[in-house]
Structures are given as C-alpha cells and as structure tokens.
T-cell receptor, first 112, second 115 residues
Framework: KQEVTQIPAALSVPEGENLVLNCSFTDSAIYNLQWFRQDPGKGLTSLLLIQSSQREQTSGRLNASLDKSSGRSTLYIAASQPGDSATYLCAVNAGNNRKLIWGLGTSLAVNP | KAGVTQTPRYLIKTRGQQVTLSCSPISGHRSVSWYQQTPGQGLQFLFEYFSETQRNKGNFPGRFSGRQFSNSRSEMNVSTLELGDSALYLC??????????????FGPGTRLTVL
C-alpha cells in the first residue's frame, strides 16, 4: 500500500533563505508526483508535476526533483519570501489522478 | 474565467443531521471530484462525477453520496453526521478527458463542523 510522508511537518525560516521540503513514498510504481500549495480559504494550487520518467521540474524559484528508486522527492524554494508562507503538499499518482495518495503537508512560515 | 466555487464556505451541524454541499466547476469542465481533508488523515478522495455519472469512488461509507447535474454542478450529501465527519471538504474540477494526468482545479472548500 502506497504511503506518502512529508518531513518536516512545519518549518519557520527568515526571508531570503533557500529551503528544501521533503516527500517520501513507499512504492516506486508511480505515474507522476505533484507538489501543491494550500493557502487558507483559497484551496489547492498545483505547483509542479514530475512524470515518473523525469528527474526534475522547475518553475521560477521552485525546483522539484524525483528519485523513484529511493522513493523521494524534494521541493527546493530559492530566496524565500513571506508570500511563500503556506502549506505544501505532495501527492503521488499511481495511474488515476483522482485517487492521488497525499502527504500530510509541510506548513511553511517565512518571516520578514 | 471564474474558478471553482463551493457553497457554503462554513457549516455547523449536530450529530445525526444531514448536510448538502455544493460545487460549481469551471465553465466547460465535465468532471467534479470531492475530497475530505482532516489533520490526521490528510486529503482523501471521496468520489468523482463525470457527465452526471459516478466514475470513481473512494473508500467512504454509504452515508457519503453525491450527484452531478446536467450543467456539471455537483452536490455532496452526508447523512447521519458523526463527529468524525468534521473536515474541510474540497471540490476539484477538470475537463475529465484523462484520468492519468488532466489538471484538477480546486475550490476553496467547505469547512464542516459537527457538534
């Protein structure tokens, strides 16, 4: 049974720091992995999607990597800003993107 | 283009009551999925409706049901509410063409509190 774990559960950093959020999964048979951002009262927003054949994806200050063999993905945020404060969720797609397996998220606070 | 809207945004009910939540998808989207989010379990898939038919179902008891109308708007109903049903209920819409990787757009959620 696929399980997704995110560490740390919460993170507080000063503005300007580079940071890494971690996501691990137990079954390497995945179709893709997605990183989402959740803001209170605003729902979820898809940030990056990495296909199982890819090693990384980049969007602006965000870079996500995927290592299927070790069951790990990281989300790297460069030069963090207070507007990056949110909960970041990773989700594994094993072939049906309705039945994603979700981590519990990392709550990020970037302090001015 | 307007995003996914959910009503109501907040709801307080008591045990044993029933509740109906509503979701209006992005115009042109035919698929609507419902998720339950709790601090302990995270996000869990409830069910998906596509063109008025339930296409996918998660592992929730029969107290949880839904439907979709011809205009793609969807409702979710929970009967005989239990304290454990307190959660954020999220709705997501997509074009629904591919179950592998079509992009889902999430609404802001309905916060249900059961007392």
């Amino acid at each position: 049974k696929q399980e997704v774990t995110q560490i740390p559960a919460a993170l507080s950093v000063p503005e300007g720091e580079n940071l890494v959020l971690n996501c691990s999964f137990t079954d390497s048979a995945i179709y893709n992995l997605q990183w989402f951002r959740q803001d209170p009262g605003k729902g979820l927003t898809s940030l990056l999607l990495i296909q199982s054949s890819q090693r990384e994806q980049t969007s602006g200050r965000l870079n996500a990597s995927l290592d299927k063999s070790s069951g790990r993905s990281t989300l790297y945020i460069a030069a963090s800003q207070p507007g990056d404060s949110a909960t970041y969720l990773c989700a594994v797609n094993a072939g049906n993107n309705r039945k994603l397996i979700w981590g519990l998220g990392t709550s990020l606070a970037v302090n001015p | 283009k307007a995003g996914v809207t959910q009503t109501p945004r907040y709801l307080i009910k008591t045990r044993g009551q029933q509740v109906t939540l509503s979701c209006s998808p992005i115009s042109g989207h035919r698929s609507v999925s419902w998720y339950q989010q709790t601090p302990g379990q995270g996000l869990q898939f409830l069910f998906e409706y596509f063109s008025e038919t339930q296409r996918n179902k998660g592992n929730f008891p029969g107290r949880f049901s839904g439907r979709q109308f011809s205009n793609s708007r969807s409702e979710m109903n929970v009967s005989t509410l239990e304290l454990g049903d307190s959660a954020l209920y999220l709705c997501a819409s997509s074009q629904g063409v591919s179950l592998l990787s079509d992009t889902q757009y999430f609404g802001p959620g309905t916060r249900l509190t059961v007392l």
